[in-house]
Structure formats: C-alpha cells, structure tokens
C-alpha cells in the first residue's frame, strides 16, 4: 500500500493547536526581560500538514481534531482559509490546546515548544465513525495522538477501519521528546498497520538507538514498509526493507523560522503522492515545501498573494 494513489481524498487527523510565537535573538536573560517579536498564529502538526497539503495538491483535504469552545470558530475560519475541510469535535471540557514557540532569530532560527496540549489529545474512539474514510485515498495521523490513552485508542480503532477498507495510513511521530516518555517498544506496537513513517532524523535515531541517520531508516522500514526520513538542510533519506533506496537533497533556504519545516514536508509530501508521483518525487516535492517553510513565521503555508 506504499505505491502512489491517485486522486481521492486526504484525511488528516490531529492536533488543532494555537501557537504563541516568540522570536528572540540570543540567550534568554533569566529572571529579567528578553526583547522579543510576539505573535499568535494558528498551529498544530496535524492542521499544519493538512494545510500544506492543500496548498500543495488538487486534492480535497479533510482535518479531523478536537478543539475546545474557546478557539473553534477561529481556527475552522484558518483552516477554510487554507482550503481545508474542517471535521473539528469541539469539547465542552477542556480549552484548545496551546503552545509557546520560542525562537532564536539566530542563523539557525532554532526553535523551543512550551506545550499544553488541551483538548487536542483528547481525541477518543467515539470521535470516529468508519463513514470518514468514505472517499479517502490515504489516512494520516499526528503522532502527537500516541501520546494518551484515548487518543490511542483512536489510533488503533482509525488504523483497523482504514486497513480493511484499502486504505494507507502514514504517520509521522511528531516529537522526541515525547517519544521518550512513550517508550520505544511501546511506539513501535502502536504503528503496527501504518504503511508510512515519516520521522525527523533526531526521532528515526532515538526510535533505532543509531546516531546515524541512514542507518536509523534503515532499521525502521523493517518495521514500516516505507520510512521517508526528514533531516532539514540535509535533506531525507527514503528506505524500504531494511536498506537506503533514495537521498533527496534539501532546497536551499534562509530560515528565519523553522516551525512546521516538517509538517510542511509531510504535507507536500502526501499531496504529491495523491497526486500520482512515486515516493522519491513526492519527498522532493517535500523539500521544496519544507524550504518554503522556513522562510516565513508560522507552521502554515503564507497567504497567496
């Protein structure tokens, strides 16, 4: 199921986020005041990729996500924008979830995530109904949903559905840091079923113990049948069946801020696959998004001039 597929639709479940972007240049000054540029923007890795997605293909893109009363009608107003269709639970108990981005407006523009996931991860098996895979091509999942026990459950409830339907599952593990709390074995049991895996190098190499990304691939599409690993100004590595069988190099950029460099590269990614294009192709077509991303503030693709 790791081929291209053609036309259809991409549905997108995942986190709905609000980011606070703080961009900063140099250490922050403990216990005083930092200079910075302060901006709230839409976000979340999962609305992220389906925005890209839709900026990058032809084809309808669906976004399902839990968000609380307190954002709901904003970011369904960002994700039209974006022409993205908006399938959002909005839950009565907990507020939409937030993260504060702060980024050092270095030569790097590296980035560091205060988060506070809200309702996001609240996601659970009675958000899902098996009618949502009615014409859909490819399923793809934020991987920030492995990360508690309801949206987990979703997981493997949304996984079964769209094995038996034909449908391909990618999923991209979203943070390293979670991972670790996770635990491996724990990760490598919950993506069972999923046809692509699309990690960032840090994260191929703490899910394989490898410092060397390459070899971190290739150990994980003995797992996966397609491993589609991003390495940012390196640019990814494709892996199939235990080996290496393509490097794409990145686009060369100026960044001036590197959130959703990757849920841009996924985006694009996915949308080239629906499109027709093999896996090699769609990871270039990746590279350019993800190049595209880092040029400007925010996870979201900039507005059309």
């Known amino acids: 199921m790791t081929g291209a597929v053609r036309g259809g639709t991409l549905l997108v479940v995942g986190d709905v986020i609000t980011d606070v972007v703080a961009r900063h240049r140099g250490p922050l000054a403990p216990g005083t005041d930092t200079a910075a540029s302060i901006r709230k ?3 979340g890795a999962g609305a992220n990729v389906a925005c890209w997605a839709a900026r990058w293909g032809g084809a309808e893109v669906r976004l399902l996500g839990r968000v609380g009363s307190d954002a709901a009608a904003w970011h369904e107003r960002e994700l039209a924008a974006c022409g993205v269709r908006p399938l959002l639970v909005v839950d009565g108990q907990a507020p939409t979830g ?6 050092d407006e270095g030569a790097a523009a590296e980035r560091t995530f205060l988060t506070d996931s809200g309702a996001s991860l609240r996601l659970d098996p009675g958000d899902w109904s098996d009618a949502l895979l009615d014409g859909v091509a490819r399923l793809h999942l934020s991987g920030y949903l492995l990360f508690s026990a309801p949206s987990r459950a979703f997981v493997a409830v949304a996984v079964k559905a769209a094995r038996a339907r034909g449908v391909p599952v990618s999923l991209d593990p979203a943070s390293a840091g979670f991972l670790v709390e996770l635990g ?5 049991t919950l993506v069972e079923g999923v046809d692509v895996l699309l990690p960032s190098r840090d994260e191929a190499c703490l899910l394989t113990g490898s410092s060397d990304a390459a ?3 290739a150990r994980l599409s003995r797992l996966v049948p397609l491993v589609v690993a991003k390495q940012g100004a390196q640019g990814a590595l494709l ?3 235990g080996e290496v069988c393509a490097r794409v190099p990145a686009v060369p950029a100026t960044p001036r801020d590197t959130t959703g460099a990757g849920d841009a590269f996924t985006g694009a990614f996915l949308a080239a696959l629906l499109a027709g294009a093999d896996p090699e192709q769609a990871a270039a077509e990746g590279c350019r998004a993800g190049a595209q991303a880092v040029e ?3 996870g979201r693709p900039p507005a059309r001039a």
């Open 184 to 188: 491996i074995d724990r990760f490598r």
């Open 239 to 241: 892996a199939r069946s």
């Open 98 to 103: 937030t993260v504060i981005c702060l980024v």
């Open 296 to 298: 400007h503030i925010g």
């Open 41 to 43: 923007v839409p976000g």
């Open 215 to 217: 070899q971190a691939a």
